[in-house]
């Protein structure tokens, strides 16, 4: 069976240092990853979809990046976080047009 | 860009009531899907729909794509204590990316 793992589940980060979040699945080849976030009490944003190794969709211009360095590995990185980074951090996966999977989230509080 | 609204915002009803949550796009999407958030948790799939007026039943949850595939509902029949959450839909226009509705958070009491 899939399954998809996020780590840290919480983290808490001065403003200005730098970030990575780490997704990975396990139990399928060549999923759709996203990368959402949540404010407190709100809807979901979409940050990044990849669709293949090496392939990113960037939605919001900001500070963040994402990469794909394997094929079910997804990284969210900053380099200066920003107050306003500060949010619940979804990753999920799909078989493209079919449901999403999301994986537990971190939590991101930066101070 | 594409823009996925949904109404009410909240909504707050008695045990045994029913409720219901409207989805609408900016976009003729190629299929919705609807999507559950516990209080603290992540968002649970419930359903996909890809027909235009389609209609489908899960127990007391009844979904509904619109003919120009642009609108969707959610309705709730007798809700329970259990259906307490947040509510999203979301649009795939084609592009294999997701664009999430504003959500309606549900709260049932008692």
């Known amino acids: 069976s899939q399954t998809i793992h996020q780590w840290p589940a919480t983290l808490v980060q001065p403003v200005g240092s730098p970030l990575s979040l780490e997704c990975t699945v396990e139990?399928?080849?060549?999923?759709?990853l996203y990368w959402y976030r949540q404010a407190a009490g709100r809807g979901l944003q979409l940050l990044f979809y990849s669709v293949g190794i090496g392939q990113i969709s960037s939605e919001v211009p900001q500070n963040l990046s994402a990469s794909r360095p394997q094929d079910r590995q997804f990284i969210l990185s900053s380099k200066k976080l920003l107050l306003s980074d500060s949010g619940f951090y979804l990753c999920?996966?799909?078989?493209?047009?079919?449901?999403?999977?999301f994986g537990p989230g971190t939590r991101l509080t930066v101070t | 860009g594409q823009q996925v609204m949904q109404i009410p915002q909240y909504q707050h009803v008695q045990e045994g009531e029913d409720f219901t949550t409207y989805c609408n796009s900016s976009?003729?999407?190629?299929?919705i899907q609807w999507y559950k958030q516990r209080p603290g948790g992540h968002p649970v799939f419930l359903i996909q729909l890809v027909k235009s007026g389609e209609v489908k039943k899960q127990k007391r949850l009844t979904f509904q794509f619109g003919e120009a595939k642009k609108n969707s509902s959610l309705h709730i029949t007798a809700t329970q204590t259990t259906d307490v959450g947040t509510y999203f839909c979301?649009?795939?226009?084609?592009?294999?990316?997701?664009?999430f509705g504003t959500g309606t958070r549900l709260k049932v009491l008692a």
């Open positions: 999920a996966w799909s078989v493209p047009r079919y449901e999403q999977y």
């Open positions: 979301a649009g795939d226009s084609g592009t294999y990316k997701y664009i």
């Open positions: 139990g399928t080849s060549n999923p759709n």
């Open positions: 976009t003729t999407l190629s299929n």
